[in-house]
């Protein structure tokens, strides 16, 4: 089986910037004033000021899930990012504390021109046109991951406790609280009681438990090809780095996993396990504290890949049904498919697998 990709490849991140290109392929394309609303106004304002132009191309660079949004500046054959983040909704901080871990572990991120915290405005470098998620196919997938698990590992190789939120059971619990409350109660209108109830408190005790047993590391927590850019194309790939404001420490395999199993697209079993091998090898090799045992490392991954999966149905439900974007709810089978893959493939997992049989699966079809 060959690698199923997105219904619609939806402009933006999940939760941070990731620039398209269907409005700006031509890179002197500016969006006329008359179309900006007043506070886009008031970001091209703040730009030009910020680098002291009295005129630029300004158009929007991607559409985002959250109230972050992104336009590209361009001016004398150069370009620039401004994130528009309302500080009502948005705090610039954790973005701006995040990507100087990374830049200073060596990983390109973008980097800071001018800021306006008090305002919500950042202007950044532009790290390219195309993402990961852009160009990635069959052929090419193996050159493109190989230099994002070396930029992961060179990112993991730099954490230290106390300096990013742990991940602690509490996140941990809240963020599969999302699946029940929000996929099941409101997008399913299935609400859990009795022995249903009892199997999911177990299940989440489990995942917790092993996510809390594992290795500690910087943990991006959405490192798949939406958020990596090809900031130089093949053969000298340079990968860039976004969406990292929401960046805890954690367990080692989350980031792992997350980059195989992506939100948007879906790989061959045999392809995911053979870039897990590559990345648990590379790993060791770098002095990470990975289990030496493959197997063992490989059930930290699924299981830390349960609880993602889990926790991401529920935000894309919460995404349609209180933000009113819908356009993510397409993806949710992609998760369906990969928890029920986990859960039947290990019998602490059975009473996961129990609900989605009785409850998910004959409401949602899978390919």
Not at 42 to 65: I, K
Not at 121 to 146: C, H, K, M, P, W
Request: charged share 20%; aromatic share 10%.
């Amino acid at each position: 089986m060959g690698l199923a990709r997105l219904r619609c490849k939806c402009p933006g991140a999940l939760l941070g910037y990731a620039p398209s290109h269907p409005t700006d392929s031509d890179p002197h394309v500016t969006a006329p004033a008359a179309a900006l609303d007043d506070r886009a106004l008031l970001a091209r304002n703040w730009a030009l000021n910020a680098l002291s132009l009295t005129d630029v191309g300004f158009a929007p660079a991607s559409a985002d899930a959250s109230f972050r949004r992104y336009f590209r500046v361009t001016a004398n054959g150069l370009s620039w990012i401004v994130m528009d983040a309302p500080p009502a909704q948005e705090d610039c901080r954790p973005f701006l504390k995040v990507g100087a871990l990374l830049h200073a572990a060596g990983v390109n991120v973008p980097q800071v021109v001018a800021q306006d915290l008090e305002q919500g405005f950042l202007l950044l470098s532009d790290l390219g046109r195309q993402t990961y998620l852009d160009v990635i196919g069959e052929a090419n997938a193996d050159a493109l991951f190989a230099p994002a698990i070396e930029a992961l590992i060179r990112w993991q190789q730099a954490s230290q406790p106390g300096v990013l939120p742990d991940y602690d059971r509490a996140l941990l619990a809240r963020e599969l609280a999302l699946f029940p409350d929000w996929y099941l109660a409101r997008h399913l209108d299935i609400r859990l009681s009795g022995a249903d109830l009892a199997d999911w408190n177990l299940v989440c005790e489990r995942l917790i438990d092993a996510a809390l047993a594992q290795p500690k590391v910087f943990v991006h927590r959405d490192y798949m090809p939406r958020n990596l850019m090809l900031s130089a194309p093949p053969p000298a790939v340079q990968i860039g780095v976004l969406d990292h404001q929401d960046a805890v420490y954690g367990p080692i395999a989350y980031d792992p996993i997350c980059l195989f199993k992506d939100a948007f697209l879906s790989w061959p079993e045999d392809r995911v396990d053979g870039w897990l091998r590559q990345y648990h090898a590379a790993g060791l090799a770098a002095g990470l504290a990975l289990n030496t045992d493959y197997a063992a490392f490989r059930r930290d991954a699924d299981w830390i890949g349960a609880q993602r999966h889990l926790k991401v149905l529920g935000i894309f439900a919460r995404i349609n049904y209180r933000d009113g974007k819908p356009k993510y709810l397409a993806d949710t089978p992609r998760f369906v498919r990969y928890v029920i893959d986990v859960a039947r493939a290990y019998p602490e997992l059975a009473p996961l697998a129990g609900l989605f049989e009785r409850l998910v699966l004959p409401r949602v079809p899978l390919e």
